[in-house]
């Protein structure tokens, strides 16, 4: 449409006219895309870790379906999200896949009110290629040539599962195999596509619609990785403070933890510091 009205009025223009006017136009454009894609006022927008993101698709639908307001949901690794927020990114609420994360921003004075500890995640190893994994130290085997993880730098979820490495004894031998996504999703990526031969991921991720069944997973056992506890902070940065605690209500409701249940992950209750085991 742009070169056919630049065709069409450009007759009437000199060349240096010809190009301010192409660049404005262009210029304006873009505009109007990145406006469109921008979260709109009567929404509020969710930062949440990639190990969320199944599980978060699935409470926005059931909270909008209830007459809460719309959520705008980025999804990236926790430590990203992070950065971005003390960036001055305009997120109104943040999940994060741990509790360091809020709590630095906390410490920081960009969040409202207190943390809340809504889930504890699980570490799960997974293949598309290998028929069965009984066990953490197959990853030996020389046949497994790559082995996909989240960055232990950025994402939670990486850390864990270096610290799984170390509590096997297995992280000297297996290092020179690592591949490392910035995010789970792009560490699912690499499993999905076969890219990796095995790779380390949420027990959220095999457990949501779509990926359910694919693939040989195994759950890494919990005593060789600190507990994986995820927190959620309201932000200062936001401008939709009551659609987010009105969505923490909702995460926390019966309705709200069963959903976090399905997809592997334990609850924690009102009124006690400690996990409602999902098994």
Not at 12 to 17: D, E, R, V, Y
Not at 142 to 160: D, K, L, M, S, V
Not at 183 to 201: H, K, V, W, Y
Not at 228 to 249: M, N, P, W, Y
Request: proline letters at 3%.
């Amino acid at each position: 449409v742009l070169i056919h009205v630049f065709a069409t009025v450009g007759k009437s223009m000199s060349w240096s006219l010809q190009c301010r006017w192409l660049v404005g136009s262009v210029g304006l454009i873009c505009s109007a895309i990145l406006v469109s894609c921008a979260p709109q006022k009567h929404t509020f927008t969710i930062a949440a870790a990639a190990n969320t993101h199944y599980v978060m698709r699935e409470l926005i639908d059931r909270y909008e379906e209830q007459g809460g307001v719309k959520a705008h949901l980025v999804v990236g690794s926790s430590g990203q999200l992070t950065a971005q927020i003390i960036q001055g990114a305009p997120y109104d609420l943040f999940f994060s896949a741990d509790m360091r994360y809020p709590q630095v921003l906390s410490s920081r004075g960009l969040t409202e009110g207190e943390l809340t500890t809504y889930a504890q995640g699980y570490l799960v190893l997974w293949s598309m290629v290998i028929d069965s994994i009984a066990n953490i130290k197959s990853l030996s085997d020389p046949h497994i040539e790559q082995i996909a993880i989240a960055n232990p730098q950025t994402a939670p979820y990486g850390r864990a599962a270096q610290q799984a490495l170390q509590y096997f004894n297995l992280l000297p031998d297996l290092e020179h195999k690592l591949v490392f996504g910035e995010s789970i999703s792009q560490t699912n990526q690499f499993i999905l596509s076969e890219a990796a031969d095995a790779g380390f991921t949420a027990k959220s991720v095999i457990l949501s619609k779509g990926i359910q069944g694919k693939g040989y997973w195994m759950e890494v056992p919990r005593e060789s990785y600190t507990a994986i506890e995820q927190a959620c902070v309201v932000l200062k940065t936001g401008h939709q403070r009551q659609a987010s605690v009105d969505f923490v209500k909702f995460l926390r409701s019966d309705l709200g933890t069963s959903i976090l249940r399905k997809y592997g992950y334990d609850t924690y209750t009102d009124d006690a510091d400690r996990p409602v085991d999902n098994q």
